[in-house]
Antibody, heavy 120, light 107 residues
Framework: EVQLVESGGGLVQPGGSLRLSCAAS????????MDWVRQAPGKGPEWIGR??????????EYAASVKGRFTVSRDDSENSLHLQMNSLETEDTAVYYC???????????WGQGTLVTVSS | AIRVTQSPSSFSASTGDRVTITCRAS??????FAWYQQKPGKAPNLLIY???TLQSGVPTRFSGSGSGTDFTLTISGLQSEDFATYYC?????????FGQGTKVEIK
């Protein structure tokens, strides 16, 4: 069974940093691209970033809203995905989901999410 | 970025109804389009990808159609567990973008 479990969310002040993690199990993690998607309270999902697999040189893509502030990384030996978030803004308040990508396209499995609140 | 416009934003329906939700992309995305269902407090759940391919385990009352810029999700025979919010998404180009959502409520 595919499982994705996020952790690391919490309350942080504007300008602060936070690192989210996603523990994957039930599939060959190293084969898949992995994504982060966030959802602000009462809003629709917003895709924010992707990391490709080793075969594609672990290259990344980012949404303009987070580019230069957020970094997606992965550790295939630990089956884990990470999101380093710096220079956080109140607009970054959201539930953050990790998602598995299949065929480099569809987001077919999502974690349960972790809440990040940016507030003073 | 490709904008995805979803309609309606919400509506009420009864069990057994046939319901349709539409999305329009601001530019062509071929068939690289997906639909998700989301219930309160839960992650989105993939229903349909490639515009019309049913994800494994999803009931056959769900169907998708369209290509290019216009897409439709149809639920044929609404069940109680289908009352939820539905989102569409294009994955043709970065950044992947979602519609604003359609909340299906009980009449």
């Amino acid at each position: 069974e595919v499982q994705l479990v996020e952790s690391g969310g919490g309350l942080v002040q504007p300008g602060g940093s936070l690192r989210l993690s996603c523990a994957a199990s039930g599939f060959t993690f190293s084969d898949h691209y992995m994504d982060w998607v966030r959802q602000a309270p009462g809003k629709g999902p917003e895709w924010i970033g992707r990391i490709r697999n080793r075969a594609n040189s672990y290259t990344t893509e980012y949404a303009a809203s987070v580019k230069g502030r957020f970094t997606v990384s992965r550790d295939d030996s630990e089956n884990s995905l990470h999101l380093q978030m710096n220079s956080l803004e109140t607009e970054d308040t959201a539930v953050y989901y990790c998602a598995r990508s299949t065929s480099g396209k569809i987001l077919d499995y999502w974690g349960q999410g972790t809440l990040v609140t940016v507030s003073s | 970025a490709i904008r995805v416009t979803q309609s309606p934003s919400s509506f009420s329906a009864s069990t057994g109804d046939r319901v349709t939700i539409t999305c329009r992309a601001s530019q062509g995305v071929v068939s690289q389009f997906a639909w998700y269902q989301q219930k309160p407090g839960k992650a989105p759940n993939l229903l349909i990808y490639a515009a019309s391919t049913l994800q494994s385990g999803v009931p056959t009352r769900f169907s998708g159609s369209g290509s290019g810029t216009d897409f439709t999700l149809t639920i044929s025979g609404l069940q109680s567990e289908d009352f939820a919010t539905y989102y569409c998404q294009q994955y043709y180009s970065y950044p992947f973008t979602f519609g604003q959502g359609t909340k299906v409520e009980i009449k």
